[in-house]
């Protein structure tokens, strides 16, 4: 049971290249979710997915999108990169949100660390 | 709208001394209150949450939380400092029905041996 794994741990980009990020979760969680960390700022929601096939913005959409590719998986895109983009990413897994969701726990991964030139 | 406050950026703590890391937060509605803790260069793990049960919640490795309603705070707290307790710090309010939680900025903590 590997909880919550996301690829790169690491990534390099230069302004105007394009990434996708992978976030994937084997406790069968309806709801996943992206957010950036930033120093001083907590984190900061970009989109999530309460349910497959669903996808909302959070907070900082701008200059990303998402797809739920099935349950598992939810992957992260940046189309072109900014430097205002370098941050720490971190994908998270709950069992619901929503109607429901206010009170469950997220599961976080270990996080990637994008640096934009 | 929901907001949440974590009142010292930083905390300096003698191991072996308490530990008072403090949250205020604002809801509209009955609010769920969590924990996290994030030790360097990891995830966020949860240390313990409120969900309208107990007022205080006991969570792991010997932290505990009072909920107060008539303060609007969640403060963190654990009897003696263990060096392994360096680490950030993240109060989290979420509301049912919205699907979003808001995190605080973070405290850190430093435990001096």
């Known amino acids: 049971n590997a909880g919550v794994t996301q690829t790169p741990k690491f990534q390099v980009l230069k302004t105007g290249q394009s990434m996708t990020l992978q976030c994937a979760q084997d406790?069968?969680?309806?709801?996943m979710y992206w957010y950036r960390q930033d120093p001083g700022m907590g984190l900061r929601l970009i989109y999530y997915?309460?349910?497959?096939?669903?996808?909302d913005k959070g907070e900082v959409p701008n200059g990303y999108n998402v797809s739920r590719l099935n349950k598992r998986e939810f992957s992260l895109r940046l189309e072109s990169a900014a430097p205002s983009q370098t941050s720490v990413y971190f994908c998270a897994s709950s069992e619901a949100s929503g109607l429901a969701g206010g009170q469950y726990t997220q599961y976080f991964g270990p996080g990637t660390r994008l640096t934009v030139l | 709208a929901q907001s949440v406050t974590q009142l010292d950026s930083h905390v300096s703590v003698s191991e072996g001394t308490p530990v008072l890391l403090r949250c205020n937060y604002s809801?509209?509605?009955?609010?769920?209150l969590f924990w996290y803790v994030q030790h360097p260069n990891k995830g966020l793990q949860l240390l313990l949450k409120?969900?309208?049960?107990?007022?205080l919640v006991k969570g792991i490795n010997g932290f505990e939380a009072e909920f107060k309603k008539s303060e609007t705070s969640f403060h963190l707290t654990k009897p003696s400092a263990h060096m392994s307790d360096a680490a950030e710090y993240f109060c989290?309010?979420?509301?049912?029905?919205?699907?979003?939680?808001?995190f605080g900025d973070g405290t850190t903590l430093t435990v001096k041996p």
């Open positions: 809801s509209s509605y009955s609010p769920s």
């Open positions: 406790m069968n969680h309806n709801s």
């Open positions: 989290v309010v979420s509301v049912k029905g919205t699907g979003k939680s808001t």
């Open positions: 409120y969900t309208s049960a107990a007022t």
């Open positions: 997915s309460a349910s497959e096939g669903t996808t």
